[in-house]
């Protein structure tokens, strides 16, 4: 999509606990564009309890000060958040030359992942 006069988004979060929206950051905007940007923003969710539902919206600003609201999206903690470190069969197997390995991890976890191919020898990347 293009952009015009694009000077951000405000991410904005609505937890259990209140009843008002809260500014959580902000992501900074490409002004006029008229080619695809990516964007993307980091939660700090550590502290919280895995059992919440958690909504989210962006508030995108123009240079100007209008702003207009996006579509609100629902997260449940306790369904999306890994809990338990996982490594799950490749896919498919046997591959040539590729082939994909889901995993999930617990967040803030420190992990190292290596892979050897069958006569014992580390696959460097």
């Not at 080619?35 to 980091?42: H, L, Q, V």
């Amino acid at each position: 999509a293009t952009e015009v006069n694009n000077y951000g988004f405000d991410v904005e979060t609505l937890r259990a606990t209140s009843n008002e929206w809260k500014k959580i950051g902000f992501v900074e905007g490409h002004g006029n564009s008229n080619s695809p940007k990516n964007y993307s923003y980091i939660d700090d969710l550590l502290n919280l309890n895995r059992n919440l539902n958690l909504k989210y919206r962006l508030k995108q600003i123009d240079t100007d000060g209008n702003f207009e609201y996006s579509d609100i999206v629902e997260i449940n903690l306790s369904e999306d958040l890994p809990t338990k470190f996982e490594l799950a069969q490749n896919y498919p197997n046997p591959f040539n030359p590729s082939t994909e390995i889901k995993f999930t991890i617990p967040q803030n976890s420190h992990v190292k992942l290596e892979l050897f191919n069958t006569l014992g020898k580390k696959w460097q990347l």
